[in-house]
Each structure stands twice: as C-alpha cells, then as structure tokens.
C-alpha cells in the first residue's frame, strides 16, 4: 500500500512548480504561437476567398461583356449584309436598265445599217441583173 509520508507532498509541491514553470517558459508561448498561426491562416484563407470571389465576379464581367460584343457585333454584320444586299440590287436594276438601253440603241444602229445594206443590195442587184441577161444574149 501507498503511504502518504511528507516526501509525497514535497513531490507533488515540486511537480506543481515544475507544470507552472513549464507552462511559463514553454506551453503558453507555444499556444500563441499556434494561435497567431491559426490567426494568420484565417486571415489568409479570408483574402483567398475575397480573391476568388473577385476573380468569378470579373470572369462573368468578362463573359457578359464578350457576349454584348458579340450580339453587337452580329447586329452590325447584318446590317451590313442587308445595306449590302440593297446596294447590290440598285447597281443591278442600274446595269440592267443600261444594258437595255444599250440593246435598244444597238437594235437601232443594226436595223439602220440593214436597211442601208438593203438599199444598196437592191440597186446592185438590179445592175447585176442587167449584166447577167447582157451576157446571156450576147451569147446566144
């Protein structure tokens, strides 16, 4: 059996100094150290966070902006596209209103120079006519 003699009260005083001393020189500045690391670590989680959050809010700024952009973009192009298709259509009923006119004027100029050649063919071909049937007797 345990006998509680005075030796065991002086270890206990010792053993109480010894846990106060240590708790002193060793356990409390270990435990603030661990604090302020625990500390330091929240705050740059926190700035983590704050960062990735802007970084999301700013990727979807990005991404409505390139959108608008694009919608924009599309818009113009279209518009383009018809003012295009409208230019195209007048230049065309243009050119064909001129060639027609240009037929028309050509049509002319070759029934003009028909009916030139016409007349000079008829009174050539009397001529020839003349010659011929002179041949013809003066043979017979």
Do not use: C
């Amino acid at each position: 059996m345990i006998d509680l003699d005075y030796t065991f009260f002086i270890q206990l005083v010792n053993f109480l100094i010894t846990l106060t001393v240590l708790n002193l020189i060793l356990y409390r500045p270990i435990r603030g150290i661990i604090k302020k690391r625990a500390e330091v670590m929240s705050e740059k989680l926190g700035s983590i966070e704050e960062f990735a959050a802007e970084a999301e809010e700013k990727l979807t700024n990005y991404q409505q902006a390139l959108s608008g952009a694009r919608s924009e973009a599309q818009q113009l192009r279209m518009s383009l596209k018809e003012e295009g298709m409208s230019e195209e259509t007048t230049v065309l009923s243009k050119a064909g209103t001129e060639a027609a006119e240009k037929i028309s004027v050509a049509r002319q100029e070759i029934d003009s120079q028909k009916q030139t050649a016409l007349t000079s063919l008829h009174g050539a071909v009397a001529g020839y006519a003349k010659e011929v049937a002179n041949k013809v007797l003066a043979k017979g």
